[in-house]
Structure formats: C-alpha cells, structure tokens
Nanobody, 121 residues
C-alpha cells in the first residue's frame, strides 16, 4: 500500500506565502505524475498543478505565475510553493500521485487527506 501525507497548510494573510509538502511512503516502485488539487467550500475540486516524473509542469490559469510545483524523486516528495496568496486561494489542498507499487505491474492513483489553507486578514 501507499500513503500520501500533506503538510504545510495554515492561516496566512493576503499576499503571503506558504509551501505545501506531500510525502509518499509505502511499497513504491515508481511514482509517475504528482498533482495538487484544491476544494473550497461549496465548489468543485480543482486541479491546481501537475508535475511529471520528468519535471514537466502544468498549472491552472488561476495560479499561474504565483504557484510553483516541484518534486524530489529520491525522497518521494512533491511540493507546492504558493506566493502572492489571495483569499480565493482558501481551500483544502490535496495531493495525489500515480504510483506503481512493488507488487503490481500496473499503476493506480493514491490520494492524501489534505491540508487546509486559509488566506485571510
């Protein structure tokens, strides 16, 4: 099995920064894409950023130029650096990863439980 654990959320003032981390552990053979999603109250879940194993990235238009996704393959970690935060960035942020485990020849998606980010003065 594989576990994903997010950390780094909290309360920050508008214009501030936060760095989220996503740690993957378990019977990991290889991690392919890693993604950050967010869901605000009353809204649909939104894909925020994606990074492939080869470090190709994509971002939602709403965060381009403010957020940066990165990963450390040796540590099975993904990060989301969030700058110039706005109140509308308030949401629960979750990471997911497409993982092949040591006991499988196929891959599947695993999810973390999320971390709350609140942007407010």
């Amino acid at each position: 099995q594989v576990q994903l654990v997010e950390s780094g959320g909290g309360l920050v003032q508008p214009g501030g920064s936060l760095r989220l981390s996503c740690a993957a552990s378990g019977s990991i053979f290889e991690i392919y894409a890693m993604n950050w999603y967010r869901q605000a109250p009353g809204k649909q879940r939104e894909l925020v950023a994606t990074i492939t194993r080869g470090d190709s990235t994509n971002y939602a238009d709403s965060v381009k130029g403010r957020f940066t996704i990165s990963r450390d393959n040796a540590k099975n970690m993904a990060y989301l650096q969030m700058n110039s935060l706005k109140p509308e960035d308030t949401a629960v942020y979750c990471c997911n990863a497409i993982v092949r485990t040591t006991s499988s020849i196929t891959s599947r998606i695993y999810w973390g439980q999320g971390t709350q980010v609140t942007v407010s003065s």
